[in-house]
Structure formats: C-alpha cells, structure tokens
C-alpha cells in the first residue's frame, strides 16, 4: 500500500489510496437499528478493485462495483460489528 490517507472518527470513516496492492478491513461499531451509508467513487487505472462490506457474522450485505461512484445504504439490523473491506490487486 502505498499513498494511503485516512481518517476516523465515531460516525464516520475515510479512506483514500493512490495505489492499493492488499487488503485493507475498516470496522463499524453498530447499535441496533442504525444504518450504515458508505459513500464512494473509484477509478482504475490498471489492476482491480473491490469493496465489499461484511456483517457481524461475516456474510456479504453489499458488493461494490469498481469503477463506480454513489452511496449504499444497509441496515444494522441487530447491531454488532460490521467490516468493509477493500481489496486492491495490482497486474
């Protein structure tokens, strides 16, 4: 990983990379009931790209298209831990 920015806070998360060669894992602490936005845009140039945001129990609540920009929106349902997780894989 190199050119990663990042920042944390208790509501949010950011993240920013000029190049990606790894996984990258971004916990969220929910409470029941809350909603989960994340809000992206990515361009590649060479390689691939993918976010996917994972529930407590590991199972996949949303696949993010590379290349794409927008917000998706999950509900926490019970609460717990969820994870996104970006993973860059260089050609």
């Known amino acids: 990983m190199v050119g990663a920015v990042g920042s944390n806070g208790p509501n949010h998360a950011q993240e920013s990379y000029h190049y990606l060669n790894g996984t ?7 409470s029941a009931g809350q909603t989960i936005d994340v809000t992206y845009a990515s361009t590649v140039k060479s ?8 529930d407590p129990s590991k199972t ?12 998706t929106e999950i509900s926490a349902g019970n609460g717990g831990t969820y994870h996104l997780v970006i993973t860059g894989t260089k050609n």
Request: hydrophobic share 40%; net charge negative.
């Open 24 to 30: 990258k894992s971004i916990d969220i602490g929910t």
């Open 47 to 54: 390689g691939a790209l993918s976010l996917q945001l994972l």
């Open 60 to 71: 996949q609540m949303a696949d993010i298209a590379c290349g794409t920009s927008g917000t």
